[in-house]
């Protein structure tokens, strides 16, 4: 079927003149016709427009009637706009179409009455960069209520004045009729003052009020000498506010009054409030060039940025109140999921001091699928009121992370770590000896020793191998602390005694310093020749990294809410392991029957000779003694990782059993799909509670004292040394820190 064509009568070089009703009419100027259809590019049509006209594509604004509405301009900006066009008229053979120059559209408005009652949108025909208005605003629709506080109370930001920036004015097409008049009525007095404000930032003037209380609202054009003002105050027997006089008349010259409008910090937060909300890293700089270029109102980073935390508040709640509502979450988690513990402390002053939670189902899966392995570590939050997040991670039995436990603490201290530690221990109740996986330097060994009787504590290997780094910094160039470094790796991971000397010598062939300070940091904590606890040769305490990126994506959240969005993540997280595994054919986890398929594949070329009982010699590149009923190899990789060793598997199959059957339980399906058996159930009204529920809280929770310091947050460090930065070396006196122009030798 052939495309619809409509006749486009180009009009430029008049008027337009606003009639009694409010309507428009177009007066002067020269009109050409251009046939148009659906398939017509705006490119094109503005190319042949400016060959008639003799104009220029740049400067064109293009302008249009709906049908049976001659009071609304519509803007045509882009293509979409133009076959909107042709579809909105119908059967309609012709539609007028209105070009100008922004410079003609200024002096069209120069021209119009100075009534701010009438509907009428001409300010939109410079306003090339909005989009278009598809249909006239419901002036009967009343405004969201959002309280934003008496406009004469805040600081005035710096806007631009004048017809000249009216083409940022975005407002006078959304806003003109926010006000229209006796008898429009508002839900409450701060809904009627956000809709003046709006209004008169449209219009373009100031105002001050002369009666505001909370009974009537009386308010006139700061102008001397202007008429224009407006009285509203309550309708009788009702809550409602209703606008009683309003004299619409300005002798101002509106547009053009020099003072300015108030566009305070409140105001800009509920403009940008809706676009935090999609996107929550709206940055205040964002803000500021968005306000500039859809409003002409110019805001300092400090105003944006006030106005993004005014936004987010709206959105988030209060952090103030997230504090208050801590006895209530409480009780909220333990009865949607029973099991569970959750508890918080204050100090003398009712402020803030620990939360802690552990969900039943974190309890259950750690005790019945995991090893008895926890990763201890914390990160700092960069929220309004700052704080750490300490944490105990699990391992499930692919290696994916399993968070057992984490508490919100006011700062990171030893008491803080010992009280966590305490609570820990209550929640997992645990027969089996734990091994902890954790930072030697948060005096974390005294607690961990007093708290969980004859457990192990591992050295996170990452601290140590920074601290090492940092006390040799200054002291030896870039490739010898590399060499150091790698060696004081090879040294941790060494599975046997002679593995690890040879490694400490290769440092003290480099410095005795470094050497004395390798065996002096307590190896029996970090070195597999020495350690006696099972850690499935996991050497870091950051093992939960995924748990840690949970934690920046809410960290800025009021208290309550960062908490259930961990929830949440952990909830999600669990039904979809449970789902993955539950399709799962093998014995094993994937992880380990990959690692088990590798090991026997090597197995099969090893030569296996019985010496006696269980004990067997197996022969390949090196000579190996395995003891299946010891579930030992010498090579110690057995041990270290709970699964058998290739020698071990090249004696099973010489005698003819199953690897299976020598496998820890652990990296098992069963014991993963037991890991994940247990859900997390949803906590309903975490920012919104009950009025009734709320009011049971005895306990008064206030904000800690700690608030976010100025400028930008410090980034946490590195999680890994392998780069090193490079220092300079002289190449004079081969001394480091300098080169050889800064030499002090030359």
Not at 250 to 267: D, I, L, M, Q
Not at 434 to 450: G, Y
Not at 600 to 614: N, Y
Not at 655 to 682: H, K, V, W
Request: hydrophobic residues 35%; aromatic residues 10%; neutral net charge.
């Amino acid at each position: 079927m052939a495309a619809k064509k409509i006749i486009a009568i180009c009009q430029s070089g008049g008027e337009f003149v606003t009639n009694k009703d409010g309507s428009l009419s177009y007066s002067g100027g020269e009109a050409y016709a251009i046939d148009i259809d659906q398939q017509t590019q705006l490119s094109d049509f503005k190319s042949e427009i400016a060959e008639m006209f003799s104009c220029s594509v740049d400067t064109m604004i293009l302008k249009y009637f709906l049908p049976g509405n001659k009071k609304t301009l519509i803007t045509i900006s882009k293509d979409k706009d133009l076959q909107r066009m042709v579809n909105f008229i119908g059967d309609s053979v012709t539609v007028d179409v209105f070009i100008m120059s922004e410079e003609a559209a200024a002096r069209n408005l120069s021209i119009m009455p100075c009534s701010r009652s009438s509907r009428t949108t001409v300010s939109e025909a410079v306003i090339p960069v909005v989009a278009p208005i598809d249909i006239p605003v419901d002036t009967a629709q009343v405004i969201e209520p959002i309280d934003i506080g008496i406009p004469n109370e805040e600081a005035p930001l710096i806007c631009h004045d004048g017809s000249n920036d009216d083409k940022h004015r975005k407002a006078a097409q959304q806003w003109e009729n926010t006000i229209t008049g006796v008898d429009q009525r508002f839900n409450s007095f701060s809904e009627f003052r956000e809709a003046l404000h709006k209004y008169s930032i449209a219009h373009g003037f100031a105002y001050r009020y002369k009666k505001n209380d909370s009974h009537r609202v009386t308010v006139k054009c700061k102008s001397q000498g202007c008429p224009w003002r407006i009285y509203a105050s309550r309708l009788s027997t009702t809550q409602l506010i209703c606008i009683k006089k309003m004299n619409t008349e300005h002798t101002c010259e509106g547009a053009t009054v020099k003072a300015g409008y108030r566009a305070t910090r409140g105001w800009v937060g509920s403009i940008i409030k809706e676009k935090l909300k999609v996107s929550p890293n709206y940055k205040p700089k964002d803000i500021a060039d968005d306000i500039k270029r859809e409003y002409g109102i110019q805001l300092n980073y400090s105003q944006a940025w006030r106005a993004k935390e005014i936004a987010r508040e709206q959105l988030q709640g209060s952090y103030k109140e997230a504090y208050t509502l801590l006895p209530f979450f409480c009780e909220k988690i333990k009865d949607t999921n029973p099991g569970s513990v959750a508890t918080f402390t204050t100090k003398d002053d009712s402020s803030f001091h620990r939360f802690f939670v552990s969900f039943h189902a974190s309890i259950s899966g750690f005790q019945q699928g995991c090893r008895p392995l926890l990763f201890l570590d914390s990160t700092p939050l960069n929220s309004k009121y700052q704080g750490v997040l300490l944490s105990a991670t699990a391992a499930d039995g692919d290696d994916g992370i399993f968070p057992v436990a984490f508490a919100v603490v006011d700062a990171e201290t030893e008491d803080n770590w010992h009280w966590f530690l305490g609570e820990l221990k209550s929640a997992v109740l645990t027969p089996q000896q734990l091994t902890f996986v954790a930072d030697f330097q948060n005096d974390l060994k005294k607690s961990l020793a007093e708290i969980f009787d004859k457990c192990y504590h591992s050295y996170c290997l990452r601290h140590l191998a920074e601290k090492l780094n940092k006390d040799l910094k200054g002291q030896f160039s870039h490739e010898a602390r590399r060499f150091m470094i790698n060696d004081f790796y090879a040294a941790a991971y060494a599975p046997k005694l002679e593995g690890f000397q040879r490694s400490v010598d290769n440092i003290k062939g480099i410095s005795p310093e470094a050497y004395n300070w390798v065996v002096q940091s307590e190896p029996e904590h970090w070195a597999n020749a020495f350690f006696e606890g099972a850690r499935y040769n996991h050497m870091t305490s950051n093992f939960g990294q995924q748990f840690y990126s949970w934690v920046s994506e809410a960290h800025e959240l009021p208290i309550t809410q960062m908490i259930d969005v961990l929830r949440g993540k952990m909830m999600e997280s669990i039904y979809t392991r449970r789902v993955d595994s539950s399709q799962w054919t093998t014995k094993l986890t994937p992880s380990k029957e990959e690692r088990l398929q590798k090991e026997t594949s090597i197995a099969r070329s090893l030569q296996v000779l019985i010496s006696h009982g269980s004990t067997f010699e197996v022969r390949g590149e090196s000579v190996d003694i395995v003891d299946i009923d010891h579930w030992d190899c010498s090579c110690k990789e057995w041990q270290l990782i709970g699964l058998p060793c290739c020698h071990a598997i090249a004696v099973f199959e010489c005698m003819g059993r199953n690897p299976y059957d020598y496998c820890s339980r652990y990296f098992t399906a069963e014991s993963y799909r037991l890991t994940y058996a247990e859900s997390i159930q949803p906590v309903p009204n975490v920012d919104r509670p009950i009025p009734d529920e709320s009011a049971l809280a005895i306990v008064t929770v206030t904000p800690p004292p700690t608030k976010r310091p100025p400028g930008r947050p410090k980034m946490k460090q590195s999680e890994s040394i392998d780069i090193i930065k490079r220092q300079l070396q002289c190449s004079k006196c081969k001394g480091l820190g300098h080169n050889k122009k800064t030499c002090k030798d030359s």
